[in-house]
């Protein structure tokens, strides 16, 4: 059997390792897997700068055995945390006396000692005894790498936590003993929630009890925030100077809490989004372009172009096969008895200018054959035989207005026909879309996207510094945008008021976003209750006015693991993932999920559909603003066409 190994040789006169080297070695001998370490070193104060060095970057794996020459110097009130996570380690200690018998021989011995787990020193470490080495043997061959966290033995382990929802909920007394004996607590407040559930049950198989606590000022620090001296507030700030054991409060697998404290494995998976404000905008002016979307309109446009040019194109073929007969002579006695009224016409229409006589019989000829032609339009023969006419007359089979009269020419006709078939299908299907809409409540609007939340108006911000830094350091553009001008806030009955005056995107899981939500709507149920038992109309009215309801994004922002936390290098853990996986996989977290939202959403206020189909005035503003936009349009169309005749047309002729 082979086995690999990595010797570090260390002087001992020296009174610092080399760092580099030493923490390249155990990178290394940490990534390969090393079961045992074996510190031979006589400085005990050597070995005491190597283990915290080692605890503090995560060089050393608590589930591995360690094998250290004993020193005094190590077991000092400054090292008790080491031995509160290297807690599978022997210490050998060598003792040499004289013989009685035989005075030339000496007697060597070796004690094995253990650090004592769960240890509650206070002043003093005194570490337990093994076994004895000599004669080349053990007095009682135990087990000396025992798992000590089978049983803790009734230890009391301090909780640090705040409430957040559904991790940890603030409950009353009213606990049956059980939970009482498990959860300790020097204050009244006691706590329930999915986080504490799993930790009741956890406590039951480990048997250890918990003394649950909250940091200062909880209610605004949470997760707590980092200082000047690289030293945080809240729940982070009692993790990282070691007062508590276990922290609860819906830790999320980032690495902001990975640096300060070690994770469980993920027991759920929550919905990170955005509160937004609903109805930032009245929409209902978009009345008639809500039937089709965007792209449907596109290609009706499309089709209306490409339309009213086939026809325009239609007819200037027509045009020109009419007007080559008419050079070559070819005309039959209907044209001439249609010539003979266009004359008669036409000097009816002329009398109005007497010059016409004076004008030479070249320009006459080109004169008459455009009025032929425009004249032959009037009559509704080629109404497609201009651009602007055929663009218009195409727009009007849309809206099913029948023409003043068919086309010349079996191309044109076919042309119409079948687009009058287009033209019907896509009335009808606008028709029915619309009565839909007119039958319905008003649509809200609504934020569901990051790129709808990042092109609106709104600031946006949530909990303490760990959600900044999570938008901040992300490799996604568009969260880093949020991240750029993301607020930290400290009071969320504040972030909520901002929410409701349209201001304003709380992020959070969607879990205390709904608890928010339902908070909102009880609080406005008991204010408007209020006013109207003092029937004070006018508060009512502005109560209602300033109302709006809360939507919570449909896109999550991410998808976060939540664990429960314990110290860093902490020997629980492996234990405490095996048992928590057996949780989940029973299905007990999903059951005290359910348990915790139960009380929120029989609490939840939901809308009320409208009884009938009411035509109001506000549905009605689309057709109104269509209505101002013709008169607008008309408006300048007239000032248009007089410029046009009385300054640009007069210098042109003058009859």
């Known amino acids: ?87 599978n380690v022997i210490f050998i200690k060598k003792y040499e006396s004289k013989n009685k018998v035989y005075l030339k021989n000496k007697s060597v011995w070796f004690e094995i000692t253990t650090v004592p787990y769960p240890m509650n020193a206070e002043g003093i470490l005194v570490p337990r005894r093994l076994d004895i080495w000599t004669n080349n043997k053990f007095r009682k061959d135990p087990d000396f790498f025992k798992d000590k966290t089978l049983n803790l033995k009734n230890e009391t382990l301090k909780v640090v936590t705040f409430a957040h929802i559904p991790g940890t909920v603030k409950t009353n007394n009213s606990l049956d003993q059980r939970i009482r004996a498990l959860f300790q607590s020097k204050t009244n407040q006691f706590y329930s929630g999915t986080e504490v559930e799993i930790l009741k049950t956890v406590s039951q198989y480990m048997n250890f009890h918990c003394n649950v606590y909250e940091a200062e000022n909880a209610d605004i620090e949470l997760w707590g925030n980092q200082m000047f001296d690289n030293n945080y507030t809240g729940l982070l700030g009692e993790m990282l100077n070691r007062k508590a054991d276990i922290a609860l409060g819906d830790l999320y697998y980032v690495p902001f809490v990975l640096y300060i404290m070690d994770l469980t494995i993920p027991y759920n998976t929550e919905c990170l989004t955005f509160l937004t404000p609903e109805s930032l905008t009245d929409i209902s002016w978009k009345t008639l372009i809500l039937p089709f979307s965007p792209l449907m309109w596109a290609l009706v446009v499309l089709c209306l172009l490409i339309s009213s040019s086939i026809f325009h194109y239609l007819a200037k073929f027509h045009l020109y096969i009419h007007r080559a007969e008419s050079d070559k002579g070819k005309r039959t006695e209907k044209h001439e008895q249609e010539s003979k009224i266009f004359k008669k016409q036409l000097f009816n229409n002329l009398s109005l200018c007497s010059q016409i006589k004076k004008v030479d019989p070249n320009t006459k000829y080109a004169l008459l054959r455009e009025q032929y032609i425009e004249i ?245 503003y689309g057709a109104v603003v269509v209505l101002v936009i013709g008169y607008v349009v008309g408006i300048f169309v007239l000032i248009g066409e007089i410029f046009h005749h009385r300054y640009l047309k007069t210098s042109e002729t003058k009859c």
């Open 1 to 87: 059997m082979y086995l690999s190994f990595i010797m570090i040789n260390i002087d001992d006169n020296i009174d610092e390792p080399d760092v580099n080297g030493t923490e390249n070695s155990l990178i290394m001998a940490r990534e390969h897997g090393c079961k045992m370490y074996i510190i031979f070193l006589e400085n005990g104060q050597l070995v005491k700068k190597l283990l915290k060095f080692g605890d503090k970057y995560r060089l050393f794996d608590t589930n591995s055995k360690y094998i250290i020459l004993y020193d005094h110097v190590l077991f000092q009130k400054d090292t008790f945390y080491i031995w509160k996570r290297l807690i």
């Open 376 to 620: 032959k339009d009037k009559d509704g023969l080629y109404q497609f035989s201009e651009l602007t006419n055929s663009l218009l007359y195409t727009y009007s089979m849309l809206l099913l207005v029948s023409l003043p009269k068919l086309p010349i020419g079996w191309s044109l006709r076919v042309l119409t026909g079948w687009y009058w078939l287009y033209c019907l299908l896509v009335v009808v299907t606008y028709r029915a879309s619309m009565t839909a809409i007119l039958s319905r409540p008003m649509p809200r609007v609504a934020i569901d996207t990051l790129e709808e939340l990042i092109d609106s108006k709104l600031t946006y911000g949530g909990w303490g510094e760990i959600n900044r830094h999570f938008f901040e350091s992300s490799p996604d553009e568009m969260i880093r945008r949020i991240g750029d001008n993301f607020e930290t806030v400290d009071n969320d009955e504040l972030a909520m008021d901002k929410v409701i005056r349209g201001k304003f995107a709380f992020y959070e899981n969607t879990y205390f976003l709904k608890e928010a939500v339902v908070k909102r709507q009880l609080k406005f149920q008991k204010n408007s209750s209020k006013y109207t038992d003092h029937n004070n109309t006018s508060d009512i009215r502005s109560l209602i006015q300033t109302d709006r309801n809360l939507h919570i994004m449909k896109d999550c922002i991410i998808n976060m693991p939540v664990s429960l936390g314990l110290q860093k290098n902490s020997p629980l853990r492996f234990r405490m993932d095996k048992l928590i996986r057996r949780v989940v996989e029973g299905g007990l977290v999903q059951k005290w999920l359910d348990d915790v939202m139960q009380k929120i959403l029989r609490d939840k206020v939901e809308p009320k559909p409208d009884a009938k189909a009411l035509m109001s005035f506000r549905k009605f």
